[in-house]
């Protein structure tokens, strides 16, 4: 269980005229599923790159649990990044830790409908396929937080809709704090708890809305449609963003 609190009082790359952050505040409830929503190139990677700490050069602080020990980060990124000379099961083998069964691999697979493809390597498994080996890559490690940097971002929108609801039915099944960006206001609606709205120059947070549409109903695309308008009717500002 991991509630995560997010302060950033500036990021600032070298020789920049101004800050790619400034005031950025954010709030994780454990388990929560938070969408981030901005334009292309607004600083939302350059923020999951501090939570999972390959960037240190900001001034903030950042905190995942109570512990003392250095978090857990699952990181999904735009590529899936997998191994091409290893098999499905063995690029996510690759990340568990010396205490952990490999059957432990065995249920993700089955969620994510990739049992009978385990054992093939990357370049025969279509790019929707290698998405959900990389989802089941970052749930694997049991991660305090789970970061996806818009990871469905070329899928056409048939496969985007499949991989967005098996990664569902597995957060369901096995729930993780996840931080997920996106500038897809549908795919926010579909999977999130709460939006949060970016703006830039520099990034900070304009609004904090909750989705109120049921999980229940998020495959219902009327229901997303009808409160995506709500939102640009509501919050002019979201528009510009998309």
């Known amino acids: 269980m991991t509630d995560v609190q997010i302060t950033i009082a ?112 990357p370049e025969r498994l279509s790019v929707g396929m290698n998405r959900r080996v990389a989802i089941i890559r970052a749930f694997a490690v049991n991660p305090d937080l789970l970061l996806m940097d818009e990871p469905f971002v070329s899928l056409d929108p048939p496969t985007a809709r499949d991989v967005r609801a098996l990664l569902l039915q597995l957060w369901q099944q096995r729930p993780h704090t996840v931080l997920f960006v996106t500038h897809d206001l549908r795919e926010a609606i579909a999977l999130a708890d709460r939006l949060i709205f970016l703006a830039s120059a520099p990034m900070r947070v304009i609004s904090d809305i909750v989705v109120p549409i049921p999980r229940t109903q998020r495959h219902d695309e009327t229901a997303i449609e009808s409160f995506r308008q709500q939102l640009i009717n509501d919050y002019p500002d979201i528009k510009q963003l998309l």
């Open 10 to 121: 500036t990021k600032t790359y070298p020789n920049a005229a101004q800050p790619t952050i400034k005031d950025f505040h954010l709030s994780l409830t454990s388990n929560e599923f938070i969408c981030l929503v901005g334009s292309s190139g607004c600083g939302k990677t350059t923020l999951l790159n501090c939570l999972a700490g390959l960037d240190t050069q900001y001034d903030g602080e950042i905190q995942v649990g109570q512990q003392h020990t250095a978090p857990k980060i699952g990181y999904i990124f735009q590529n899936p990044r997998l191994l091409p000379w290893r098999t499905v099961r063995e690029n996510i083998e690759l990340v568990l830790e010396p205490h952990q069964s490999p059957a432990l691999i065995d249920p993700l697979l089955e969620i994510m409908q990739l049992t009978k493809s385990q054992h093939e390597y």
